[in-house]
């Protein structure tokens, strides 16, 4: 299966969230998918020349790429990459925690498995119940109460 794991994590950085994303990643290879993880780039001028291996304690190759999120745009810049990447890497499914990602995605006509972490802010009730009717809403892994 081929998955594109659409984050809005920065990529890298020692935060819970990252950390998760890249260990969720690799359990997907270990599975047999082959799969792209997408995350946001901690700054412009900031290097993707790390060790991820070392640092999130992975054994697995994990094909990423990171774009950066231009302050005041409250995110479309990347959801406009994140689309286009999308298009460009066609997957059989879509793996994201962010519930924006999820319902805008879903709209491009891919199935999407959404993982929830947490109570939604009250402006994005609506995409949420919108994204529940989609027939590209497959499932929802819930990590919190």
């Known amino acids: 299966m081929k998955i594109l794991y ?3 994590s920065r990529i890298p950085s020692i935060t819970a969230n ?5 260990k969720m990643s690799e359990a997907f290879k270990k599975n047999g998918s082959t799969l792209r993880l997408i995350g946001i780039k901690p700054s412009l001028f900031y290097s993707e020349i790390i060790n ?9 190759n994990i094909d990423f790429k990171t774009f950066i999120q231009l302050r005041g745009f409250k995110g479309y ?12 890497y066609n997957p059989d499914i879509v793996y994201t925690r962010s519930i924006g990602i999820a319902y805008h ?4 006509g891919y199935d999407i498995i ?3 972490h947490g109570p939604l802010y009250s402006s994005e009730e ?9 027939k590209h809403f497959k499932f929802m892994v819930v990590i919190s109460d």
């Open 52 to 60: 991820y291996k070392d640092r999130y304690g992975i054994i697995n």
């Open 18 to 22: 990252s950390i998760h994303v890249f």
């Open 126 to 134: 609506n995409i949420f119940k919108d994204f529940l009717n989609s």
């Open 114 to 116: 959404y993982e929830a």
């Open 77 to 88: 810049d990347y959801l406009f990459k994140v689309k286009k990447e999308c298009k460009k």
């Open 105 to 108: 995605i879903s709209k491009m």
């Open 6 to 8: 659409l984050s809005n």
